[in-house]
């Protein structure tokens, strides 16, 4: 009975916030957009990096690019979503979801799911594109499979890190402190060269940033040369296990500010 | 009529200048953002200047025109929001009672963008010379770059009024704002034209005016003195401020007559 209400509440507010994302063009055509415009930008504008000495990346930029998109989108995705969390409860339609909702943490659930789709539908649309682009895939089903999981799993660990704040903040103006770190965690990563071929201070940072771990997998994945692929998983789902109680600890606030 | 456009324009400016002072939340982000961005890219593409042809051995320098050009893209967003407010709020509605001309209100307003566009060129300055990057025009080229930096955030300003006039809400000015950075990420940021791999991208390049704004700035860092770069700096930041200018003006006429 319990789960059924739960899921019955997750399911609710899920649909309602992909309702509004599909529903709404002004949601719906910057989130397909961004990640398109990186990948043209740094897959076309950056592809002569690929002739550096010590670059060895078998599948050719394009897939190096888009490994780091693809990444980069999945957690923009969680991210938008708490735009929209925050959104609802700077309305007061949050506090009114918390009153009916008889598991408020099925209100997080739902959330996370409306991101998952998100992510998956903006997942697609990249793999579309970049196949269309040319680029080249030298993993395996199994291995693109993979790659869709590791994304999901780092879109989760996005929206948890997003939820916190919403939650706390409870207004739209805290969206740069949503975005900004996230946009800086991802960049502290080997974005255009890999790793070894990185210097100075950015170099002992990308070592120490668990999403380095994932972008590099990614890349392994996309090549069909394993990388790490188990330590990455770990990682993004350590994240993910971290923000999830970021954002209960995040509930339980607004739970005490009456919503 | 000249003083009369005078006071006119003298007393919009002052308005317009405290405004943004007033602002911090408006003034940090966009001095902050794009040194932030600077540092994390140039240590990331360092290697990127031991491709052959590459214009100089340190891609900070290469990289400094970058962070003029998004203070232009933030000057959208800053003062097309301020004009967007004032519409909203119907203190435009309570100027049109006044007989102050639409050049004078449109110019006016553009003046807190302007000396916040001269503030962060010269800081851009000092924390890329403190950061270790060349400036090859010397102190000679310092008020040249500042002049430029001031066309630039004239050039982005009018796009800013222009879209407060023609759009009416500071949300959907917010709106532009990645619009704006597609141009600058389809432009030659982070490679010379000449060195971009991809035929379609360099086209792209070569027709963006964006890449001649960062390549006037960018001579001035390393080559010194460019005339042909400079001109082209300055001819596309003027005519698309004109240009902007020009259409402001006719917008607010149809905004006024409508109200």
Same mark, same amino acid.
């Given at each position: ?259 | ?105 449109? +110019? %006016?307003?553009?003046?807190?963008? *302007? !000396? $916040? =566009?001269?503030?962060?060129?010269? &800081?851009?300055? @000092?924390?890329? /010379? #403190? ?91 390393? +080559? %010194?003195?460019?005339?042909?770069? *400079? !001109? $082209? =700096?300055?001819?596309?930041?003027? &005519?698309?401020? @004109?240009?902007? /200018? #020009? ?13």
């Amino acid at each position: 009975m319990s789960f059924a209400r739960y899921r019955s509440v997750a399911l609710a507010v899920g649909w309602r916030n992909l309702h509004n994302f599909f529903g709404n063009p002004a949601l719906l055509v910057p989130s397909i957009l961004f990640p398109l415009f990186f990948f043209v930008a740094f897959a076309g504008g950056l592809s002569r990096v690929a002739d550096l000495p010590n670059f060895d990346f078998r599948s050719g930029y394009t897939a190096f690019q888009f490994s780091f998109v693809l990444m980069q989108a999945s957690a923009f995705g969680g991210v938008f979503t708490g735009f929209g969390m925050a959104r609802d409860f700077e309305t007061g339609f949050g506090r009114r979801m918390m009153l009916a909702a008889p598991h408020r943490t099925a209100l997080l659930g739902g959330y996370a799911v409306s991101a998952l789709v998100r992510a998956l539908f903006i997942q697609v649309i990249l793999f579309v594109i970049a196949l269309i682009a040319g680029m080249q895939i030298d993993g395996g089903v199994p291995q693109l499979l993979g790659m869709s999981a590791l994304g999901l799993l780092v879109n989760f660990a996005a929206v948890m890190w997003a939820a916190g704040i919403a939650l706390r903040f409870r207004s739209i103006q805290a969206g740069p402190l949503m975005q900004t770190p996230v946009f800086l965690a991802l960049f502290l990563t080997p974005v255009f060269v890999p790793l070894n071929l990185l210097e100075g201070w950015v170099h002992t940072v990308a070592s120490l940033n668990p999403n380095t771990l994932i972008v590099e997998s990614l890349r392994g994945l996309v090549s069909g040369e394993a990388f790490h692929t188990g330590a990455a998983f770990l990682a993004a789902l350590g994240l993910g296990v971290v923000f999830f109680t970021w954002a209960l600890r995040g509930l339980r606030a607004a739970e005490a500010a009456g919503g | 009529m000249n003083a009369s456009f005078a006071v006119q324009v003298g007393a919009l400016a002052r308005r317009s200048v405290f405004r943004t002072i007033r602002q911090p939340a408006q003034v940090v982000p966009s001095l902050i953002f794009p040194l932030i961005l600077i540092s994390i890219n140039s240590a990331g593409l360092q290697k990127v200047t031991e491709i052959p042809g590459f214009p100089t051995d340190s891609f900070l320098t290469f990289a400094l025109a970058i962070p003029f050009i998004q203070a232009g893209i933030f000057s959208v967003a800053n003062g097309g929001s301020d004009l967007a407010r004032d519409i909203e709020t119907g203190f435009l509605d309570r100027l049109a009672l006044t007989p102050m001309s639409g050049v004078s209100l449109v +110019t %006016g307003q553009l003046a807190g963008v *302007l !000396a $916040l =566009g001269i503030f962060q060129g010269a &800081i851009y300055l @000092l924390v890329g /010379l #403190a950061m270790g990057a060349h400036f090859e025009a010397g102190l000679a080229g310092v008020p040249v770059l500042l002049a430029l930096a001031l066309c630039v955030s004239f050039a982005f300003g009018c796009i800013g009024i222009f879209a407060a006039l023609r759009l009416g809400t500071g949300e959907a000015v917010q709106g532009l704002f990645p619009v704006l950075f597609v141009f600058l990420f389809l432009s030659s940021m982070n490679l010379p034209r000449n060195l971009i791999e991809q035929d379609w991208f360099q086209t792209i390049a070569t027709y963006n005016p964006v890449s001649y704004l960062i390549e006037g700035i960018r001579s001035l860092f390393i +080559t %010194g003195f460019d005339g042909e770069a *400079l !001109a $082209l =700096g300055f001819g596309f930041s003027i &005519i698309i401020g @004109l240009a902007f /200018l #020009a259409a402001s003006v006719a917008s607010l006429r149809t905004r006024l007559t409508r109200t």
